[in-house]
């Protein structure tokens, strides 16, 4: 069965702390995404990778970074947290274009 | 986003056909989804499209594409309270990128 899992559901940090939101694939898959999700906005990426070692940004990369050091994990780093990055965080997998698969979300509250 | 556009909010009576609607701009567009989300959770891939294809058909989900007027729609017939999600257009040319919309509430009522 298909998994992504992400490594938290609720994360509360202060502004200005260095955030890590984890993100693993038991799939194999090449591809793996980051995006977050604002209501009335859908869902924006913020990076991608399409190999180890390998990442392109997005529609909004300022603020964030990210890791893709093994296949199956990719790691988003928001280097100082401010306010406006309280959203939901979505990771994502594929191996083909036309399907990818999602993580449960970890939703970020930065006060 | 803006190149996806869809409508907020959807109030359907159970038993009853669904239907949501769907715009995209870029005529270039090869693929088209149907993404749903459950309270709670992550996306979950309802079904899709090529973009050389007018129509597909899968249990109880249609989906219809126009190309000409860049229109997509998901019918869902036979709407169960299971139904009540949010879900998300999105399309993608060439590569692996995703343009979502914004996504629509679907509410079933008793």
């Known amino acids: 069965d298909v998994k992504v899992t992400q490594s938290s559901r609720y994360l509360v940090k202060r502004t200005g702390e260095k955030v890590f939101l984890e993100c693993v694939q038991d799939?194999?898959?090449?591809?793996m995404f980051w995006y977050r999700q604002d209501p009335g906005l859908g869902l924006r990426l913020i990076y991608f990778s399409y190999d180890v070692k390998m990442k392109e940004k997005g529609d909004i990369p300022e603020g964030y970074s990210v890791s893709r050091e093994k296949k199956e994990r990719f790691s988003l780093i928001l280097e100082s947290a401010s306010t406006n990055q309280t959203s939901m965080y979505l990771c994502?997998?594929?191996?083909?274009?036309?399907?990818?698969?999602f993580g449960p979300g970890t939703r970020l509250t930065v006060t | 986003g803006e190149d996806v556009e869809q409508s907020l909010f959807l109030s359907v009576r159970e038993g009853d056909s669904s239907v949501i609607n769907c715009t995209y701009t870029d005529s270039s567009s090869t693929y088209l989804y149907w993404y749903k989300q459950e309270p709670g959770a992550g996306l979950q891939l309802l079904t899709y499209?090529?973009?050389?294809?007018d129509m597909k058909q899968d249990q109880r989900l249609t989906v219809l594409l126009n190309k000409k007027d860049k229109h997509l729609s998901l019918r869902i017939a036979d709407t169960q309270t299971g139904d009540s999600a949010i879900y998300f257009c999105a399309e993608s040319k060439d590569d692996y990128k995703l343009s979502f919309g914004a996504g629509t509430t679907v509410t079933v009522r008793a």
């Open positions: 799939m194999d898959h090449e591809n």
């Open positions: 499209i090529f973009s050389n294809m």
């Open positions: 994502a997998s594929s191996l083909f274009r036309y399907e990818q698969y």
